[in-house]
């Protein structure tokens, strides 16, 4: 087995004239930094289409899906439009919804912390006695969520261009 890194080892692969193409390497598929190296630097940077509006019709359907480690909710709200949020509570840090469905809102199954479509939390029962306790402090954290011809995209990243501008060489 070659001791190059899984890296090292693609480029030299994609390096090859196309009449001489191979396979990726294994290593791509196998080693840990690679695997790593992709979370960070691709899944945890870039647009990633994680389905179609189409999937979403009704108010308050909702999709779910980890991106890079970070569990992620898109839904779609009272407005009609689609929002993405991290589906992990602000109280204990458990996962609010599973799989796809339709709700009026996202109630955490641990202590039934309940949130609007909007992120907002909208009631933390137990918490009215708790000094200094204000539900309207509380939000889910925005995940970023634009649609492109009918897709859904959503990145990790805040500073990444919007995804119309990445894409507009495709729409001409």
Known sequence: M?????????????????VDA??????VYTSTDFLD???SEIFGKEW???GH???????????TFDLAGQPIVV?????????????????????LVEGT???????????????GLDGQLR??????ETTGFCKENYKLPAIRCEEWKGWIYVTLDNDRPSLASGLASLTR
């Not at 070659?2 to 196309?18: F, G, K, N, W």
């Not at 009026?104 to 912390?113: F, N």
């Not at 009631?123 to 009215?128: E, L, T, V, W, Y």
């Open 2 to 18: 070659s001791q190059a890194s899984p890296l090292a080892e693609l480029l030299a692969a994609a390096a090859r004239p196309m």
């Open 101 to 115: 469905g339709n709700k009026r809102v996202l109630v955490c199954p641990y202590h039934a912390w309940t949130y």
């Open 75 to 95: 839904i779609r709200d009272r407005e009609q439009g689609i929002r993405a949020f991290s589906n992990v509570c602000l109280h204990r840090m458990s996962t």
């Open 53 to 63: 509006a189409s999937g979403l019709p009704n108010v308050g359907d909702y999709l």
């Open 123 to 128: 009631g933390a029962p137990f918490m009215a």
């Open 48 to 50: 990633v289409c994680v």
């Open 37 to 39: 190296l992709e979370l």
């Open 22 to 27: 191979r396979a990726m390497p294994p290593s």
